[in-house]
């Protein structure tokens, strides 16, 4: 079992390799890479901002309940921010992207690879790598960061309404407060580093699974959950490496 | 067919704008970045015996008003003091020129801040002035000390609103 | 062929200029399983050469290994005078680009609409202004007689329309040698004879090599030049269809004939039946 696993991880750091040498081939359809940006980012904005909105709120409830006890309210605007920047807005980000994104990955190419769409493109002469794989990968890249910080934005809205508008939190305070405290470079850019790994871990993770499907309707069922469940389980594993050695 | 490929490139190019626009507004409004788009100001000296977790940046208020910043934290080589110079905008013109700076805590857990506490003199700061009554900051563990010398143990210092320290001072 | 690398040893029973692709000792195991032992064919230049034989013998098999999509355990595929299994992977993306591929389920791109699907090579390879992209586009949609269907999207055709749609754009870049897998598979006989048409008339206009992979007995004795039988890794029989039909051998008169047992027996190999069922006084 374990000796499996570990050879997955093997095929998996290979497909990445590949993915990458792949990548300058894949510069000739930029064009495929927009569109995936597009399937992958732009359609996940939704999901993302609503989730943004409520974390963002029941973050500012449960802080403000808490900083009440050390009469620290103040720092209410301080609090929310960092930990949206530095931990929620990549994490929970990477989580909504690993369901809404890189499930429709996965099922994508482990349905053009059950219905021959990938040998259709390697006997046209296409490399299925630099067509369908790298553009979805760099698409990842791309669109995580960016999508976290939507995200990010959404939160610290949601977070001023309900501290300020409804909890009645002096409106200079929150922001003043935050202003003073968050770092650009250490804590807003750092989160978005920490995003673009995830975001580059999980397209490698969901191409891969879908690449390596089994060509039937129940490998691409079974391969779509595991994309869930490994981006998850490896999302939150890197995120404890990156934190604790890198910031 | 090249419709819907030329409404995908713009509707990227508006995805990847929003997120790039997410990113300034949190860069600016949310972080110290914030801070130094400021206007003009004018440039005020204040030496305290000990600044405690003052730092560069910290806002300057006056009756809780922001009214300007930290601009740098020395030291004084003669007196050994702390030699804060703080920025203030230039629309509070007309602050007495015998105000006092004090150093506050915003909470027990809160940022230190300079707070200008309004004399009555009826000539204005002019740039370049230092302030003459300041008040430093105050260390939690000399508040414990005292209250454990006292022996009034019945409310620590631990009050929400730490706002004048001053006041329990003997 | 006027090609200098080509193997000497090669006993060709045509002249090697008329073989456009040449296999000889072809060997393959699959799955545990012996798939090819020994398989010599050639495909002749200019001709509808039909491989035949009942399912699972690897006919599909068989055309993967003259398309490099798989490799085989030993043996030689020349094809147009490179030797496939010693291609890198660049060469082998320049051998197809001279090759079109029509897949057994057509495999269209689902995300591309008809136009978009057999402008696809075209826009991989070639940058044409996009005039002559529709133009060329269009002429190929004419001649499978889809042009009118050039804005729909793959699922909302017929399975004889995405055959003919993908054999449009198996035929875009005018290629040297067209494989059929499986063409006429899951059509109902009206589809099935336009794409039979289709496959014959392309090949009498443009002098196209085609190899056609089918079981379909009666629709290839109409369109091929030669057929080759396939059956237990080996071919069992090859020549004109209609000589082969009238040939008197096991293999040929079960498979034409359509009878359920013979050299392709009707029981999968396996133990003795009534030591499985638990009797085991008829096993002693």
Same mark, same amino acid.
């Given at each position: ?14 497909? !990445? ?8 081939? %894949? ?46 309210? #103040?720092? !209410? ?36 690879? #059950? ?23 760099? #698409? ?54 920490? %995003? ?9 993770? #969901? ?9 039937? %309707? ?30 | ?46 030496? +305290? ?42 629309? +509070? ?37 230092? +302030? ?39 | ?21 040449? =296999? ?20 002749? &230049?200019?001709? =509808? ?29 020349? @094809? ?59 002429? $190929? ?23 003919? @749609? ?12 067209? =494989? ?19 496959? $014959? ?11 056609? @992979? ?6 290839? &004795? ?24 009238? $040939? ?37």
């Amino acid at each position: 079992m374990t000796g499996d696993a570990l050879a997955q991880v093997g095929a998996a750091g290979l497909f !990445l390799f590949s993915i990458l040498a792949a990548i300058p081939k %894949s510069l000739r359809h930029y064009r495929e890479t927009l569109r995936q940006i597009w399937f992958v980012g732009a359609m996940s904005l939704v999901i993302i901002m609503t989730c943004g909105l409520f974390v963002g709120m029941v973050l500012s409830l449960q802080l403000y309940y808490t900083l009440a006890k050390f009469g620290g309210t #103040a720092a !209410l605007g301080t609090v929310v921010a960092l930990s949206l920047f530095r931990e929620l807005g990549p994490v929970v980000t990477a989580l909504l992207f690993a369901g809404r994104a890189g499930t429709s990955m996965t099922a994508e190419i482990g349905l053009m690879r #059950a219905t021959d769409q990938l040998s259709a493109m390697e006997m046209m002469a296409v490399d299925p790598l630099a067509y369908v794989v790298a553009p979805r990968f760099i #698409a990842g890249v791309i669109a995580m960061p960016l999508l976290a910080c939507v995200f990010n934005v959404l939160g610290i809205l949601g977070a001023h309404a309900v501290g300020v508008s409804w909890l009645g939190l002096d409106n200079g305070t929150f922001w003043g407060n935050m202003s003073a405290n968050v770092e650009v470079w250490n804590d807003l850019v750092n989160g978005v580093w920490k %995003s673009a790994v995830f975001g580059a871990v999980i397209a490698l993770i #969901a191409t891969f699974q879908g690449y390596t499907t089994p060509p039937t %309707s129940e490998g691409v069922a079974y391969a779509t959950t595991r994309t869930v469940v490994s981006s998850s389980i490896v999302v939150l594993a890197i995120d404890f490496v990156m934190t604790a050695f890198l910031m | 067919m090249t419709q819907p490929r030329r409404s995908f490139q713009v509707g990227t190019g508006l995805f990847i704008l929003l997120g790039f626009a997410a990113l300034a507004y949190l860069a600016t409004q949310t972080t110290s970045v914030a801070n130094y788009t400021e206007g003009d100001n004018y440039l005020l000296k204040a030496k +305290f015996s000990n600044i405690g977790q003052l730092k560069q940046r910290a806002p300057v208020k006056l009756a809780g008003v922001r009214i300007g910043s930290v601009k740098s934290i020395e030291l004084d080589p003669q007196s050994l003091e702390a030699l804060v110079t703080i920025g203030i905008d230039t629309r +509070f013109h007309e602050i007495p020129d015998d105000s006092a700076a004090a150093i506050f805590t915003s909470g027990l857990l809160g940022d230190q801040y300079v707070g200008v506490q309004p004399g009555g003199s009826p000539v204005a700061f002019k740039d370049g002035d230092e +302030f003459i009554l300041t008040q430093s900051s105050m260390q939690l563990e000399d508040l414990i000390g005292k209250f454990l010398v006292s022996g009034d143990s019945s409310k620590g210092p631990a009050k929400p609103d730490a706002a004048d320290p001053a006041a329990k001072n003997p | 062929m006027n090609t200098t690398n080509h193997s000497p040893g090669s006993d060709s029973p045509e002249p090697a200029s008329a073989a456009y692709v040449q =296999i000889r000792g072809l060997r393959t195991v699959l799955g545990g399983k012996l798939l090819f032992d020994g398989v010599d064919l050639d495909i002749p &230049r200019g001709k =509808i050469t039909a491989i035949m034989g009942p399912s699972g013998t690897g006919k599909t098999t068989l055309v993967r290994h003259i398309t490099g999509q798989l490799a085989a355990d030993a043996g030689q595929i020349l @094809v147009d005078g490179r030797n496939v299994p010693q291609l890198s992977r660049r060469q082998l993306f320049e051998l197809r680009e001279g090759i079109g591929y029509l897949f057994q389920n057509s495999a269209l791109l689902t995300d591309f609409s008809v136009f978009e699907n057999v402008a696809f090579p075209l826009r991989q390879h070639l940058r044409l202004p996009e005039e002559i992209v529709r133009n060329i586009v269009l002429t $190929r949609l004419q001649a499978v007689g889809l042009r009118g269907a050039a804005q729909l999207m793959p699922a909302e055709l017929s399975g004889g329309m995405m055959r003919r @749609v993908a054999l449009a754009r198996a035929m875009i870049r005018d290629p040297g040698l067209m =494989i059929y897998d499986e063409p006429f598979v899951g059509l109902d006989p009206i589809a099935l004879n336009q794409v039979l048409k289709l496959i $014959r008339t392309l090949n009498d206009t443009l002098g196209i090599t085609s190899i056609l @992979v089918a079981h379909e007995f009666a629709a290839v &004795r109409r369109a091929a030049d030669l057929v080759y039988l396939i059956a237990g890794g080996k071919i069992a029989a090859h020549g004109h269809p209609q000589e082969l039909a009238e $040939r008197d051998s096991p293999w040929t008169r079960q498979f034409f004939g359509g009878e359920a047992d013979g050299p392709v027996p009707f029981e999968y190999p396996a133990r003795d039946y009534a030591l499985d069922l638990g009797f085991p006084a008829a096993a002693a």
